[in-house]
């Protein structure tokens, strides 16, 4: 839904211009991180509503920045989506045990990610 705010966590430039074009397009504020260190930040900074998060990233990978805000009163309430290559069975598994939201793996379509996290956020505004 327009307006609202979504973080974009990735360590690979490209991937962050693809991904805040195509969220902008949709009418969302986007911000951006390259690292865990970074992401922890913006998340109490920018309040997103949504996190789309890459697992493997320097200072912190994405599993450990899941961890810890999903285990913080002020941000579980935050979707996270793990958007990552990493595709095997224990990896998801691991990523759904964190309580992450979603799980797409990499490559994908921009505009399908956008679809997909739209399906979140609408899941979370109806609880």
């Given amino acids: 839904m327009a307006g609202e705010k979504v973080l974009v966590v990735d360590d690979q430039a490209d991937m962050l211009e ?23 930040a913006m998340v ?4 997103p509503d949504v ?14 920045i899941c961890r810890i805000l999903k285990n913080n009163e002020k941000t579980k309430h935050i979707p996270i989506i793990f958007m990552t290559a990493k595709a095997q069975k224990d990896d998801i ?5 964190l309580r ?5 793996v990499k490559p994908f379509e921009p505009l399908e990610l956008t679809d997909f996290t739209e399906k979140i956020l609408a899941k979370f505004r109806q609880h």
């Fill in 51 to 64: 996190v789309l998060l890459d697992i493997m990233m320097p200072v912190f990978d994405g599993y450990e």
């Fill in 93 to 97: 598994e691991r990523g759904f045990e």
């Fill in 18 to 40: 693809l991904l805040e074009a195509s969220f902008s397009m949709r009418g969302y504020e986007v911000v951006s991180a390259r690292n865990g260190q970074e992401a922890l």
């Fill in 44 to 47: 109490y900074q920018e309040q």
């Fill in 100 to 104: 992450a939201d979603g799980y797409v």
